[in-house]
């Protein structure tokens, strides 16, 4: 049986913590998308300090080379719009330098930037 993303524990919270966090600092606006809005740069401490923990457990796991495990993998692929969206929502990954690097090594790849990220 297909497990449904809501039915799933992991992908249910991320989606939650996207909406309650990263959706108001990129001015979220409900049938407009993101962008829809102002960014609402008032949530961004809160949205550090709740997810520092994670933070740090990522830039501890990170190779410090600028990709997830030391080569291009699909991890890479996966994170790469997270990573993008940082950048975009001002969240400071200075403490943090592999993601830092990490993030600045996949959206300077040619084909992230062909590609045209979005929101």
Do not use: C, K, Q, W
């Given at each position: 049986?297909?497990?449904l993303l809501y039915d799933n524990p992991v992908s249910s919270n991320a989606l939650k913590a996207r909406f309650?966090?990263?959706?108001?600092a990129l001015g979220f606006?409900?049938?407009?998308?993101?962008?829809?809005?102002?960014?609402?740069?008032?949530?961004?401490p809160a949205i550090a300090e709740a997810i520092a923990p994670t933070l740090r457990l990522l830039d501890?796991?990170?190779?410090p080379?600028?990709?997830?495990l030391g080569t291009f993998t699909i991890a890479d692929i996966a994170a790469a719009p997270v990573l993008?969206?940082?950048?975009?929502?001002?969240l400071d990954l200075r403490p943090y330098p592999n993601l830092e690097r990490w993030r600045d090594t996949l959206?300077?790849?040619?084909?992230?930037?062909?590609?045209?990220p979005v929101l």
């Open positions: 049986m297909a497990l309650r966090f990263e959706a108001p606006v409900p049938g407009r998308g993101m962008g829809g809005g102002p960014p609402d740069p008032a949530v961004l501890e796991l990170i190779d080379s600028g990709l997830a993008y969206r940082t950048a975009h929502t001002r959206v300077a790849r040619p084909a992230f930037t062909a590609a045209g």
